[in-house]
């Protein structure tokens, strides 16, 4: 069954940083396009960071930009998202997603879409 799965959440302090991870399996990852995206309660969900399928392209949110990055290895079918200087309004349920189609900033674009892992940032 082809699919992604994020991991990593948690609760941290404003300030501190934390690595997210998104593993694919069922599909051949390495030749898509990868992203994140996050939903705050009683928010739409969001775009957050992208990457081509070989990390040569990125883009991120301006509300993210220059505190995290976005990484992968496709060798072992993952992406990652490092969020430094983490702010309470980071506070959100993250999703991944590969394989854009048509316009990587839209999550309904994408054909693999994981479930979900929270980030609570405590002021």
């Known amino acids: 069954q082809a699919q992604v799965v994020e991991s990593g959440g948690g609760l941290v302090q404003a300030g501190d940083s934390l690595r997210l991870s998104c593993t694919a399996s069922?599909?051949?990852?390495?030749?898509?396009?990868t992203g994140w995206f996050r939903q705050a309660p009683g928010k739409e969900r969001e775009f957050v960071a992208y990457?081509?399928?070989?990390?040569?392209?990125?883009d991120f949110a301006d509300s993210v930009k220059g505190r995290f990055t976005i990484s992968r290895d496709n060798a072992k079918n993952t992406m990652f998202l490092h969020m430094n200087s983490l702010k309470p309004e980071d506070t959100a349920v993250y999703y991944c997603?590969?394989?854009?189609?048509?316009?990587?900033?839209?999550?309904?674009?994408?054909?693999?879409r994981g479930q979900g892992t929270q980030v609570t940032v405590s002021s």
């Open positions: 997603a590969a394989d854009p189609r048509l316009g990587y900033k839209n999550y309904r674009m994408y054909t693999y």
């Open positions: 990457t081509t399928w070989n990390g040569g392209l990125t």
């Open positions: 069922g599909f051949t990852f390495s030749t898509y396009g």
